[in-house]
């Protein structure tokens, strides 16, 4: 049995079912679904999720607006679940701190990968078998921000900084591989654990977003280099500086 809390939000009751029966099969018991964003925000507000799956269309205001608000209350990992497939809607769920993106019609099996992904990122153990010792911490301190990969934390000028799961994923990537070129579909595979085709896109769109919560879309040399044609590489600051 997996632990993991994931709350279900759509408009359409035959699909939460199959949603619902197919995470169950995978040993997924702790489910909650809501069928509007207003009943979905309560519940949010009043329990802690690991992961959410969101529609994008729900019948009082639009899941776009409503992983806005979730995120005033929980990093958790959010998926959208829509019939929206043009890439203009995808990188604006990707914008606004969503995690991933399923377009239907879906096969349910896709779904759990997904989430089984997202869920291993996050640090849980889709094996509740296994037994494993604590990992040793990774503590990147570069002065200006210091990364704990342990507790998964990261400070900013001393300050704490919150950061998505995706955000994290990123500066934990860069941070493990100093100093070489990643093009964006390596970044894609890496991360999302997906082999990307088309998501260099989704790719420079949380890459946007970290650097402005790292500071590093101001003046001056940028610890997160975009070669232009080639891909990404981080450059960490030298301690003192």
């Not at 959410?52 to 959010?78: K, M, W, Y």
């Not at 995808?90 to 997202?118: H, M, N, Q």
Request: charged share 25%; hydrophobic share 40%; glycine share 8%.
């Amino acid at each position: 049995m997996n632990n993991e809390n994931i709350l279900l939000v759509d408009d359409e009751k035959g699909l939460l079912e199959l949603l619902e029966i197919t995470l169950r099969k995978e040993h997924f018991n702790h489910i909650t679904c809501a069928s509007t964003a207003t009943e979905a925000l309560e519940k949010i507000k009043n329990e802690d999720f690991d992961l959410l799956i969101l529609d994008v269309n729900l019948p009082d205001f639009s899941g776009f607006d409503l992983c806005q608000e979730v995120r005033r209350h929980t990093l958790a990992p959010i998926i959208f679940l829509t019939a929206r497939d043009s890439t203009f809607d995808k990188l604006s769920g990707l914008a606004i701190g969503g995690d991933d993106y399923i377009t239907k019609p879906f096969e349910p099996l896709e779904v759990i990968a997904r989430v089984k992904a997202l869920l291993r990122r996050q640090g849980y153990s889709m094996k509740q078998t296994e037994i494993k010792e604590p990992a040793q911490a990774d503590i990147y301190d570069y002065g200006r921000f210091v990364l704990n990969t342990q507790n998964g934390t990261l400070l900013i000028e001393g300050k704490p900084v919150e950061c998505t799961a995706k955000e994290y994923d990123l500066l934990v990537f860069f941070c493990k591989h100093p100093n070489r070129v990643f093009a964006a579909s390596q970044l894609y595979e890496a991360v999302w654990d997906s082999l990307g085709v088309g998501d260099d896109k989704a790719v420079t769109m949380q890459i946007s977003r970290l650097r402005k919560k790292i500071g590093d879309d101001g003046q001056g040399t940028q610890m997160i280099q975009n070669l232009r044609g080639i891909g990404y590489k981080f450059v960490p600051p030298v301690k003192g500086e």
